[in-house]
């Protein structure tokens, strides 16, 4: 953690990443240790990001942002998938093939 420290002292995300490599580990009071490391120096960790690009326009999705006008929908359809992900055998029609009435 020293070098980490030294390297990229203000990058919430690596020490997030070495607090679940502690975990993984075992390694309990190394995990408390960075993670009050973390709340001491009230970091926020970036939230992760996707872009895709539909009918030829990019969409950026940004984790913990419902705001997109398409939002419901997509976690509509998340919900769907899950709930029919212990039915063995059932067909899901996921999306129509013109994506642009959803999206736009």
């Given at each position: 953690?020293?070098?980490?420290?030294?390297?990229?002292?203000?990058?919430?995300?690596?020490?997030?990443?070495?607090?679940?490599?502690?975990?993984?580990?075992?390694?309990?009071?190394?995990?408390?240790?960075?993670?009050?490391?973390i709340r001491s120096k009230s970091m926020k960790k970036t939230?992760?990001?996707?872009?895709?690009?539909?009918?030829?326009?990019?969409?950026?999705?940004?984790?913990g942002d419902d705001t997109k006008p398409f939002a419901k929908?997509?976690?509509?359809?998340?919900?769907?998938?899950?709930?029919?992900?212990?039915?063995?055998?059932?067909?899901?029609?996921?999306?129509?093939?013109?994506?642009?009435?959803?999206?736009c």
């Amino acid at each position: 953690m020293e070098q980490l420290q030294e390297l990229e002292p203000d990058d919430a995300g690596n020490y997030v990443l070495l607090s679940n490599i502690y975990a993984d580990l075992g390694k309990w009071e190394d995990v408390s240790r960075t993670r009050k490391l973390i709340r001491s120096k009230s970091m926020k960790k970036t939230p992760g990001c996707s872009l895709i690009e539909v009918n030829n326009v990019v969409l950026e999705f940004v984790s913990g942002d419902d705001t997109k006008p398409f939002a419901k929908y997509i976690f509509s359809m998340l919900q769907l998938l899950v709930s029919h992900q212990s039915m063995p055998g059932e067909s899901i029609e996921a999306v129509p093939e013109d994506c642009s009435q959803i999206l736009c």
